[in-house]
C-alpha cells in the first residue's frame, strides 16, 4: 500500500524555521516526483514546491519562492521541505503528494498531513 | 501564472441528483487537468486526471470531460458519501493551480 506519512508541522514565532519531513513507502520513491500543497484554515488548495524524481528540477509557488526549500533523500524514502523566514500567512496544513509519473504534476497520493501554526 | 476559476462555489443537492461543477483555465491547459475530492479533516483524494481518467477504484459514478480552458466534474447520483468539496488543479505548467473549490452540501 502506497503511505506517505508527513511530520514536524508545530507552533513558531513569524520569523523562525521548521523542516517538515515525509515518509514515503509502498512505491519506488526514487522513480517519481514529489509535491507539497497546504491548506490554511478556511481556504483551499494551495501547491506550495515540487521536485523531480532526482532533485534535478525543483519548482516554488510565488508566495514562498526565496523562503522555502524542498529536497529529498531517495536511500531514507524522505521528502522534506525547509521553512525559513515563517509569517503568519504561512499557517495551514501541509500535505506531502506523490506525483502520478513523468514529473507531470498529477498529484496522485496524498498523506494526511501536518499543521503549522506562525503565531507569536 | 495560470487562473483556475470553478463554479459554483458550493451548491446544495439531494441524494441522487445529478451533479456538474465546471472549471476554467485562464489558457489553454490542453487536458492536464486532476480532479479532487475533499472531506473535513481529511486528506485530498485524486478522482480523475487527464481531464476524464478515472484514477484506480474510483467508482464509474464520478466523470470528467473538456480540454482547453473549459472542464467539468459530474457525479452521476449523488450518494451520502459524496458531499464533499470538489477541487480542479491545472498541471500544463508550473506554478501548478487549483481552483477555489466547490462545497457541495445536503
Known amino acids: 500500500e502506497v503511505q506517505l506519512v508527513e511530520s514536524g508541522g508545530g507552533l513558531v514565532q513569524p520569523g523562525r524555521s521548521l523542516r517538515l519531513s515525509c515518509a514515503a513507502s509502498g512505491f519506488s520513491f526514487d522513480d517519481y516526483a514529489m509535491h507539497w500543497v497546504r491548506r490554511a484554515p478556511g481556504k483551499g488548495l494551495e501547491w506550495v514546491s515540487g521536485?523531480?524524481?532526482?532533485?534535478?528540477?525543483?519548482h516554488y509557488a510565488d508566495s514562498v519562492k526565496g523562503r522555502f526549500t524542498i529536497s529529498r533523500d531517495n536511500a531514507k524514502n524522505s521528502l522534506y521541505l525547509q521553512l525559513n523566514g515563517l509569517r503568519p500567512e504561512d499557517t495551514a496544513l501541509y500535505y506531502c503528494?506523490?506525483?502520478?509519473?513523468?514529473?507531470?504534476?498529477?498529484?496522485?497520493?496524498w498523506g494526511k498531513g501536518t499543521t503549522v501554526t506562525v503565531s507569536s | 501564472d495560470i487562473q483556475m476559476t470553478q463554479s459554483p462555489s458550493s451548491l446544495s443537492a439531494s441524494v441522487g441528483d445529478r451533479v456538474t461543477i465546471t472549471c476554467r483555465a485562464s489558457q489553454g491547459i490542453s487536458n492536464d487537468l486532476a480532479w479532487f475530492q475533499q472531506k473535513p479533516g481529511k486528506a485530498p483524494k485524486s478522482l480523475i486526471y487527464?481531464?476524464?481518467t478515472l484514477q484506480s477504484g474510483v467508482p464509474s459514478k464520478f466523470s470528467g470531460s473538456g480540454s482547453g480552458t473549459y472542464f467539468t466534474l459530474t457525479i452521476s447520483s449523488l450518494q451520502p458519501e459524496d458531499f464533499a468539496t470538489y477541487y480542479c488543479q491545472q498541471y500544463n505548467s508550473y506554478p501548478l493551480t487549483f481552483g477555489g473549490g466547490t462545497k457541495v452540501e445536503i
Open positions: 487527464a481531464a476524464s
Open positions: 521536485i523531480s524524481w532526482n532533485s534535478g528540477a525543483t
Open positions: 503528494a506523490k506525483d502520478g509519473g513523468g514529473n507531470s504534476g498529477n498529484m496522485d497520493v
